[in-house]
């Protein structure tokens, strides 16, 4: 649940600046979001968008960490520029998710939380979430982990 797991408010974060605590705190605050999204009870559902509207704060400032000068996405190009056009497909999908989570907050602000384009917009924003984990994820093994050769006995 997203209230167990994000601080009451983005001002609260402490910085997160490289590669290990940044991606953590950002894969904790989505996969909070994901669980919320993908909760099919109506008890739960009924509150989603207050929820919705205590995460983005969160999420809204751990993107915009990994996206500062400095911050992760940056990391990862010093460690090889080759990357650049992977990056640049992650900060158009860090858009994306934010545009798509306060879209759903909106809607849910006019139609119930089971209304059927309420589901769709959650199992959409929901699938790219997962999208976003596997990208980012690739993007830092290859960045730190890929054999290029070069080096032998």
């Known amino acids: 649940m997203v209230q167990g797991v994000l601080p009451s408010d983005a001002s609260r974060l402490r910085p997160t600046r490289g590669f ?8 904790s605050a989505l996969e909070a979001l994901e669980r919320e999204l993908t909760v099919e009870e109506e008890s739960r559902a009924s509150g989603l968008r207050a929820r919705l509207l205590r995460a983005l704060p969160f999420v809204r400032a751990e993107l915009e960490e990994e996206e500062a000068p ?3 996405l940056d990391d990862v190009l010093l460690e ?11 900060r158009r999908l860090h858009r994306k998710l934010l545009r798509h989570l ?23 924003l929901a699938r790219e979430l997962r999208q976003h984990r596997r990208d980012e994820e690739r993007l830092l093994l290859d960045a730190h982990c890929l054999d290029v050769g070069g080096e032998g006995p």
Do not use: K
Request: include cysteine.
């Open 20 to 27: 290990g605590r940044g991606a953590a705190c950002l894969e």
């Open 70 to 72: 400095g911050g992760l």
């Open 80 to 90: 090889d520029p080759a990357l650049a056009p992977r990056v640049d497909r992650l």
């Open 102 to 124: 306060e879209g759903l907050i909106a809607l849910l602000a006019e139609a119930p939380a089971d209304a059927p384009r309420v589901q769709r917009a959650r199992r959409r």
